[in-house]
């Protein structure tokens, strides 16, 4: 149940900086997510962890261990990818056996813990399947499986669930969190679904360009991202531009245009200053009784997606925002043009100083 640990970790390729300076630390028995757009450095930071490339700068350490000149097979790693990997000619006994076959361990070391891990991923009774045989989750849990009979503590995940359909993908989910969390593992899993990575993670690490954009635990990251990357990045957000018109302990005002205001629990601003404020879509709810800040107007698209209806409104201000609201509840039908008063609470207002460079490079994916 390692700790891993990387110091000032920076792994170029040419101009480019795939890693620029990381510094990370993953707890023994902690399972972490990593997220970010295409391109950002995920797979380059297992890469350096893993050893199957080297950091042009830094130090990395595995259970207190520097490993930089440590070979990719004394890591002591497990690892699962996308692509299902298992020997198609072999059964799944064979198949997860086979790390510890070509280490030399003996079937007396080998045969108990393989018999152990087909039964945590409950296959004892398709022991002698071929992988052929075998459903697209079943297969994935037997890689899983075949990673951790070497008696790997460390568990990579590189898109272990990506090839598969999203029902098996959820259910599987939980399946490897607890099967990480019985076997007290240290896991880093790198996903494109950032739902994945909310529901399996202790913490999710958010890149961008080569860099650690945020640290922290699901919840903490989407209810409140420290900054405007990540608040767009993890779920969906409203972005609004505006002023401070007014500072009271714990509270701002903010004029976002139109004199439409909005009451916010963040002080640490001056008036006058230029902020960006964001919202959740599903914070903004549809009351008889006024709650909080109040904004109308004008339906212009509407959607439904299974539980969910999904509306697009203009503001008075002409500002585009998108509200979500859960099907059952009473004003669910929802017609175009038609004119509508949410309310927002102002705790569920985020408030960031205005980019430097503008919202819209802060909010670029690439
Ligand atoms: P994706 O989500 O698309 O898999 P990623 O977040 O895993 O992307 P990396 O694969 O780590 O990103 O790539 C980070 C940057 O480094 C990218 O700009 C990529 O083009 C570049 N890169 C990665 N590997 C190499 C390589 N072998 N040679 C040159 N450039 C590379």
Redesign the pocket.
């Known amino acids: 149940m390692p700790e891993v640990k990387l110091v000032n970790v920076t ?1 170029r ?2 101009n ?4 620029d300076n990381i510094n990370l630390t993953i707890n023994d028995g902690e399972y972490v997510s ?1 997220i ?12 350096n962890i893993s050893g199957i ?1 080297k950091p042009d700068e830094g130090e990395i350490y595995i259970a207190g261990n520097l490993v930089n000149e440590v070979s990719i097979e004394d890591r002591g790693i497990g690892y699962v990818f996308q692509n299902i990997a298992l020997f198609p000619h072999m059964t799944v006994w064979e198949n997860i056996t086979y790390g510890p076959a070509v280490k030399g361990w003996s079937p007396e070391k080998t045969n108990p813990l393989a018999l152990e891990m087909l039964e945590l991923i409950k296959l004892s009774a398709r022991s002698d399947a071929y992988p052929s045989e075998l459903s697209g989750g079943t297969q994935q849990k037997t890689a899983v499986a075949r990673a951790l009979t070497s008696r790997a503590e460390l568990l990579i995940l590189d ?1 272990p669930l990506g090839a598969l359909d999203v029902k098996v993908r959820t259910e599987l989910r939980y399946e490897l969190r607890k099967l990480v969390k019985d076997l007290g593992l240290t896991a880093l899993h ?1 996903t ?1 679904d950032q739902e994945e990575a909310m529901s399996i993670s202790d913490r999710v690490i958010v ?1 961008k360009r ?1 860099r650690i954009v945020e640290v922290g635990n699901p919840i903490d990251l989407y209810t409140k991202p420290k900054n405007i990357f990540t608040a767009n990045f993890v779920g969906e957000a409203n972005f609004l531009t505006g002023i401070i018109l007014k500072i009271s302990d714990d509270e701002s005002l903010i004029e976002i245009g139109d004199g439409l205001r909005l009451l916010t629990k963040n002080g640490n601003y001056n008036v006058n200053d230029r902020v960006v404020v964001a919202f959740r879509p599903e914070f903004a709810y549809i009351t008889h009784v006024k709650m909080g800040n109040t904004l109308s107007g004008i339906i212009t698209e509407v959607m439904y997606s299974g539980n969910i209806g999904r509306v697009r409104m203009k503001l008075s201000n002409g500002d585009p925002i998108v509200i979500k609201m859960a099907l059952g509840i009473k004003n669910h039908q929802f017609h175009l043009n038609d004119n509508i008063t949410i309310n927002i609470l102002p705790e569920n207002i985020l408030v960031y100083p205005y980019p430097e460079k503008g919202l819209e490079m802060e909010l670029a994916l690439e």
């Open positions: 792994k390729y040419g480019i900086v795939a890693n990593v970010g757009p295409s391109g950002c450095g995920k797979t380059t930071l297992i890469k490339i898109e790198i494109h890149m080569g």
